[in-house]
């Protein structure tokens, strides 16, 4: 016990911003120490020295600046990673974990980021998991709402946090849940590597969580049969399971009459097929099928793509990976570069390509309804992937025409109905309260 | 979606997509008046037989066809549900090709029809090995994409017809049903698979009643709208009198120049549907009659896909490919007769032997 200042000394000895400091009381040293980049040293330091000066000896003085009192090498050292100020006796005789002043390193609830909610509250989770909790607490008030936490990782632990509402999840799928996240044994980086926790096959499009920053949604989900899942250091909950249907009914619309959502929601729907058919069916009827429109629709449709070398599927990837491009440019850069690229895009893919006879005016026309309903849909992920999957469609309808765009479409159909996580199905419309939706 | 309705769309996907294109022919050749007499008599006997095969079924709950033939004798099952698979893989392979010429004749003229066989069977084969639940989830979606698509083309012919092809309304003789074609019709009907996926969904018949009212209503308009258009003389003449019939209709403010192409379009997706459900059962048979254990399910269904395909690539030409898809068919008709019945008398003698037994 009496090296005990100097094995943690030793054990952090490579670690800069790792202080030690002493103090008197009772003609007996105490050692303070802790990570001064974790802890805001003055105002933590002038907390123990007031203690001290009210309590009337050494023992007091622990017992009075905390309750986890003489714990083990390995608790302190854990302690002093988690960015709490580890108090130690002259000799080792007495130690304390405390709970310290500490540097402000988390935001303050904000506006939401990647949604907005339109005539709704606009609070968004940020980082910090506790607050994250908090903001589902303060809105869900009921003593059915469950919480489990745990730590999980091999190199840093990561606090994961599982919300539910009891009595309405399945029991068979939280167990099934909790087991899950119990045998986690490595890292768990990013959404990714949690996504994998519940069995995430490698080429899968669709993630297992629905993403939100609004507290609201998540509530909702929690409120219709869902788990909701936090991440430590991570702004967003993760919804489990994720349904097709999540995308297109966020919980936003139901501030709306409930004509005004249905009609909402069937707009985002036929964006999303427009959204995955209209380059396919543009490519499919230039260059396979042109004989099934009406003669003179085709004859304009001809007309306009006279003069221009390109191949229907060529000119239609170029332009649809352009437009692609030019998204995934402006959500990288910074705010005030991004209008001056949309502006010199809109201008060289509406005009300049078009009178340089690259592509076609219909193409444009096509192409800005991509653009347009590509980003009708909730959760920036479901939208990607979207936007993915228009291009194997593209491609068997450069082959098939007609019949490659609906037995692309089929596939895809196919595809998304196989889907399951912990066998609920994704194409499911809601989740069932007693058992999995079929 | 509960699972009972979605079987329910699965029945009605199955029995449209058998019969887009031979069904009518076939009533054409059988009758020159009153066909709907036909349509009518064929309903009844195969109504018939699905109430056998649901009163038979019911004997054994959380039990599929295969489980029934086990527990007569392994030999019983063997003989009976294997030549059952490997029919179904030849009508497979026949009804894609068929499909295919359709396809080709229509709107994909240049097209070689081996590469759209390449690309019919693939997703028959990925959907099917996706497994039941995945098929049924698929196929709701599918039937209420399509449907609207083949009411608007019902719709549409109606400008066309001309109502003196009606008569004449009555066929004072019943002579058609001692013509072995009749019975070949039954061929062109798909309630053996109900035996194969409802053994975790109790269906009653008063269900499948209300479905097969709905396909017997479109039987009758697939059988009527050509008539109505081309006439008797001429309809039978043709060689997929539906589809040319769709494309006789031409409506101003559509963009689409023929309505064929939204019959194609719904044909494709319900043929993928049948034909992934049929292989599905292929090998589900395969895998729990012979029993190997390496093999699992996907690979029995990707074997049969395969000898499917290269059947489909073979068959010379139209002329033999509906030749081979009657006799298909009519091998179909053993199995659509004596699968029912022996499942309906099996369950009664054991059910009687149990109530004798508990009685003692």
């Known amino acids: 016990m009496g090296d005990l200042v100097s094995d943690i000394q030793n054990l952090f000895s490579v670690q800069g911003d790792f202080f030690i400091g002493k103090e008197v009381k009772d003609k007996t040293a105490i050692y303070i120490m802790g990570f001064s980049t974790l802890i805001d040293l003055p105002k933590s330091n002038l907390y123990v020295r007031q203690i001290a000066a009210a309590s009337s000896s050494v023992k007091e003085l622990f017992t009075n600046l905390s309750d986890k009192l003489d714990t083990d090498i390995n608790q302190l050292k854990k302690a002093i990673l988690d960015g ?59 003593e059915r709402l469950c919480h489990c936490s745990y730590e999980v990782g091999d190199l840093g632990s990561r606090k994961v946090s599982m919300l539910y509402v009891k009595g309405s999840v399945p029991e068979d799928l939280i167990k099934k ?56 250091n991570y702004p967003y909950a993760l919804v489990f399971p994720h349904l097709l249907w999540d995308m297109f009914s966020p919980s936003i619309d139901r501030d709306f009459p409930s004509l005004v959502a249905y009609g909402l929601r069937a707009l985002r729907v036929f964006g999303v097929i427009v959204n995955v058919l209209l380059p396919a069916l543009y490519v499919a009827i230039i260059s396979i099928n042109p004989e099934v429109l009406k003669i003179d629709l085709a004859l304009f449709v001809s007309e306009s793509r006279q003069g221009i070398p390109f191949p229907a599927l060529l000119e239609t990837i170029i332009m649809v990976g352009l437009v692609d491009l030019i998204l995934e440019a402006i959500v990288r850069l910074p705010k005030s570069v991004g209008p001056t690229i949309t502006m010199v895009g809109g201008i060289i893919l509406g005009q300049a390509m078009v009178e340089a006879k690259l592509v076609s005016t219909l193409l444009v026309i096509v192409t800005t309804a991509i653009v347009i309903s590509g980003s009708v849909v909730s959760g920036i992920p479901n939208s990607l992937y979207i936007r993915l999957l228009r291009y194997p ?5 450069a082959i098939y025409g007609i019949l490659g765009v609906f037995a692309g479409f089929l596939f895809i159909i196919v595809y998304l109905a196989s889907l399951t996580s912990n066998g609920i199905p994704y194409t499911a419309f809601r989740m069932n309260r007693k058992e999995d939706a079929k | 979606m509960s699972r009972k309705w979605q079987i329910g769309f699965v029945f009605i996907i199955m029995y449209l997509s058998l019969n887009h294109l031979m069904y009518p022919k076939l009533i054409y050749g059988l009758t020159e008046a009153g066909h709907w007499e ?17 009163k038979g079924l019911s004997y054994f709950p959380q039990q599929d066809v295969i489980d029934i033939y086990s527990k007569m004798g392994k030999l019983v099952a063997f003989i009976l549900l294997i030549p059952f698979a490997l029919s179904l893989t030849a009508l497979i392979g026949l009804d894609i090709r068929i499909h295919t010429e359709a396809i080709n004749l229509f709107f994909l003229k240049r097209t070689p029809y081996w590469s759209v066989l390449v690309l019919l069977f693939f997703i028959t084969t990925y959907t099917a090995m996706n497994g039941l639940s995945t098929i049924l989830r698929s196929s709701t979606f599918i039937f209420f ?118 019959l194609g379009l719904s044909l494709i997706g319900f043929t993928i549907i ?31 896909s395969v000898i499917a395909f290269i059947l489909a690539l073979i068959v010379p030409s139209r002329s033999w490919t509906e030749t081979f898809f009657l006799w298909c068919s009519g091998v179909l008709v053993y199995f659509m007769m004596i699968i029912p019945i022996s499942i309906l008398i099996y369950g009664y003698v054991l059910n009687r032997g149990r109530v004798h037994y508990e009685e003692s």
């Open chain 1, 84 to 142: 709490k100020l580890v108090i130690i006796s002259e000799g080792g005789k007495h130690n304390a974990i405390v709970d310290p002043v500490s540097r402000n390193l988390t935001r303050s609830v904000t506006e939401p980021q990647s949604e907005s909610p339109l005539q709704g509250p606009i609070d968004a989770f940020v980082e910090d998991i506790d607050i994250n909790i908090g903001l589902i607490r303060k809105r869900l008030t009921s």
């Open chain 1, 177 to 232: 849940v909790d087991q899950q996240i119990k045998q986690i044994d490595a890292d768990i980086e990013t959404v990714d590597d949690f996504n994998r926790v519940f069995g995430r096959r490698r080429f899968n499009l669709v993630s297992h969580f629905f993403q939100t920053e609004l507290p609201n949604q998540a509530t909702h989900s929690l409120r219709t049969n869902r788990i909701v899942l936090f991440l430590d």
């Open chain 1, 393 to 397: 469609i593209l491609i068997i309808a």
């Open chain 2, 38 to 54: 036909v349509v009518v008599c064929q309903g009844l006997l195969q109504i018939t037989l699905i109430g056998i095969y649901i």
């Open chain 2, 145 to 262: 994409m399509i449907l609207p698509l083949l009411l608007f083309i019902i719709c549409s012919s109606f400008m066309n017809f001309d109502w003196h092809n009606v008569r004449p309304l009555w066929h004072p003789s019943l002579d058609f049903l001692l013509n072995k074609n009749f019975f070949h019709l039954m061929g062109y009907s798909a309630f053996l698979p109900l035996g194969f996926m409802t053994y975790k969904t109790k269906l009653t018949f008063g269900f499948i009643f209300l479905e097969w009212v709905f396909v017997m209503i479109i039987f009758l308009s697939f059988t009527y709208i050509p008539l109505l258009i081309f006439g008797e003389e001429s309809v039978v003449t043709l060689s997929f009198p539906m589809m040319e019939a769709m494309n006789s209709v031409d409506i101003k403010w559509v963009m689409f120049n023929q309505q064929t192409i939204f």
């Open chain 2, 274 to 304: 049948k034909n992934s459900v049929l292989l599905w059962i292929i090998g589900r048979i395969m895998q729990k009659v012979l029993k190997w254990k390496r093999a699992k399910a996907s690979y029995w269904i990707t074997a049969s």
